[in-house]
């Protein structure tokens, strides 16, 4: 059974930074890609950011040259840095674990970004 449990969320103020780590609890730790989604209040689940097996990264927008993704493959983790942090990064962050034809959530870990 495959586990993602996800840690680092927390309150702090704009332009200060957070690390989210996701650690997942699996035999066989192989990925297609992982990624961290954010969904804020009232609004839909989307992709902040996400990194295949091969180590090639992906980011939204929004998320571009202030966030950071990364895998430490020895200790089945993928971490999210952000730095620079806004207002509208608030939300729940939820860490995606896709594996061949299957796919794992975490529970969500809580970012709020106060003013």
């Known amino acids: 059974q495959v586990q993602l449990v996800e840690s680092g969320g927390g309150l702090v103020q704009a332009g200060g930074s957070l690390r989210l780590s996701c650690e997942v609890s699996?035999?066989?730790?192989?990925?297609?890609?992982m990624g961290w989604y954010r969904q804020a209040p009232g609004k839909q689940r989307e992709l902040v950011a996400a990194?295949?097996?091969?180590?090639?990264?992906n980011y939204a927008d929004s998320a571009k040259g202030r966030s950071t993704i990364s895998i430490d493959n020895a200790k089945k983790k993928v971490q999210l840095q952000m730095d620079s942090l806004k207002l509208e990064d608030t939300g729940v962050y939820y860490c995606?674990?896709?594996?061949?034809?299957?796919?794992?959530w975490g529970q969500g870990t809580q970012v709020t970004v106060s003013s």
């Open positions: 699996t035999r066989i730790f192989m990925i297609n890609t």
């Open positions: 995606n674990y896709k594996h061949f034809s299957y796919e794992y």
């Open positions: 990194i295949t097996g091969g180590g090639s990264t």
